[in-house]
């Protein structure tokens, strides 16, 4: 999984993923952020680049993917982390996800394109974890 990847506008839609983990430890955050690369990375295509970007943030840039196409896999990375048994980690854990999706457009900069992500994933963040 790529860190503070480098984007640009010909890769394809975009979307940045946030999630409100309640734990108690340094071991448990470090945990749980590898574990939602690894979901992260068993639902995607092998052309899609998921990458953490700030905190609890990530974004994944889909290669080739018509903003249909990139919702449906967003959907399954949302499903697959909701999913998950996060009582293995901590007990009591939950793990909630928030994803927005922007595609790119002509004249798009790295930074407007997150920030319609960002502003995408804020529209559907629950109003309990935000």
């Not at 955050?29 to 995607?44: E, H, Y």
């Not at 990375?77 to 922007?102: H, Q």
Request: hydrophobic share 45%; aromatic share 6%; charged share 20%.
């Amino acid at each position: 999984m790529a860190d503070r990847a480098q984007f640009s506008q010909e890769d394809g839609p975009l979307f940045g993923t946030a999630f409100a983990p309640d734990m108690q430890t340094a071991a448990e955050v470090d945990r749980v952020l590898k574990t939602v690369a690894g979901i992260m990375s068993s639902q995607l295509r092998e052309r899609d680049l998921p990458a953490r970007w700030a905190g609890d943030e990530f974004v994944i840039v889909f290669a080739n993917a018509t903003a249909g196409s990139a919702a449906q896999l967003c959907e399954r990375v949302r499903s697959a982390i909701t999913s998950f048994d996060w009582e293995s980690i901590a007990a009591g854990l939950r793990v909630s996800v928030s994803i927005g999706l922007a595609e790119a457009m002509s004249g798009d900069t790295n930074a407007s394109l997150l920030h319609r992500s960002d502003t995408s994933m804020y529209r559907v963040k629950p109003r309990s974890s935000a």
